[in-house]
């Protein structure tokens, strides 16, 4: 990368006494100015930790809202501020209703891609690396899990004694890695494990070695003695997977591996972000109180 540019962001960060949190998926260049990359719980729970008084998040807008959320006092800066999830706004508060409505005793699990109005209707949050442990130590036999369909039916797979109320959102990056392209890739390199991201379908999953967050998948391939790998996920990953690990083989199954709102961060936004500290999140008090209990909660029960 260029290394005035590079400088440049190293001087901003202690001029505005602030801190960059990455998302693996990120473009590399943006991981290699970052402070601290990390899957989205990681972030969330990092940005809790900081000393510094502003973040700026090189991820899309829920990952920002949940750092905004948990750290009123600080001001968090989106290194751009038309990276969103289009998952994170697939339910709807009525949808909320009516599940309560019919069920009383329903527990509403919101995965944390997902807006802090629709976390703020919730009872507990959620991310890929913790949802079964969380959902397993709920009082609750009835659970409502928002938005993600494919993580929603993998937790329920590993917890077969609760009840699932499932919703048809999901991730369009996951959705296109098909099965085909994975039995494929498997023909191709046989001796290669097959990670996959619990927000891949169903059928992907039963290809998998290992199915993990962004962060469980990077460990797990660097733990490992086998030298090839098969990832079923964001290919913003690689970047990781290929610094802790020079000497093993990583392979996509196709060319939707991309999401296009992550990629809009470049080392030139996180600059700007840096300058302007604009675009800062901003929520309403009384929404941003009510989505903290949740997300506290799901701090209180990964640990
Ligand atoms: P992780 O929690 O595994 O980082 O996943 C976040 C995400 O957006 C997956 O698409
Ligand atoms: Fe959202 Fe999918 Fe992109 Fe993750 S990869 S941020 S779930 S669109």
Redesign the pocket.
């Known amino acids: 990368m260029n290394q005035e540019l590079k400088e440049r962001i190293k001087q901003m960060k202690e001029e505005k006494d602030a801190i960059i949190l990455a ?3 990120v473009d590399g260049q943006v991981q290699e100015i970052a402070d601290f990359v ?6 969330a729970e990092k940005a809790t930790k900081v000393s510094a008084s502003v973040i700026i998040f090189c ?2 807008s829920f ?1 920002g809202e949940s750092a905004k959320i948990l750290n009123p006092g600080k001001r968090v800066v989106m290194a751009d501020q038309y990276a969103d ?1 289009p ?1 994170a706004h697939m339910v709807d508060l009525e949808s909320i209703q009516e599940v309560r409505t019919a069920c009383p005793d329903v527990a509403v699990v919101c995965y ?2 997902s807006t802090a109005q629709i976390k703020a209707a919730s009872d507990v949050c959620v ?3 913790n949802a079964v442990k969380i959902v397993d130590n709920l009082p609750n036999k009835n659970i409502f899990f928002i938005p993600d369909n494919n993580l929603g039916r993998y937790v329920a797979k590993q917890l077969p004694d609760k009840n699932f109320i499932f919703h048809d959102g999901f ?1 369009h ?2 959705k296109s890695i098909h099965k085909e392209e994975v039995l494929r890739a498997k023909e191709a390199k046989p001796g290669a494990l097959v990670l996959a ?3 891949c379908t169903e059928d992907v999953l039963l290809e998998a070695d290992f199915v ?6 990077i460990d797990f391939a660097s733990a490992s003695d086998c030298k090839e790998f098969i990832i079923c ?2 290919m913003g990953i690689f970047y990781e997977l290929q610094m802790k690990n020079p000497n093993k083989k990583f392979y996509s199954v196709g060319h939707r591996q991309f ?1 296009p709102n ?1 990629k809009r961060i470049k080392p030139e936004s996180v600059l700007h972000a840096l300058e302007s500290l604009e675009p800062e999140v901003e929520l309403e008090e009384e929404i941003r109180v009510r989505a903290s209990v949740p997300l506290q909660r799901m701090l209180e029960l990964a640990k």
């Open positions: 998302h693996y998926y990390g899957d989205s719980y990681f972030l991820g899309v990952m999830c998952m944390v891609n991310t890929s690396s991730c990056v996951h991201h619990p927000e993990g967050s962004t962060s469980q998948i996920t964001e999401c992550m």
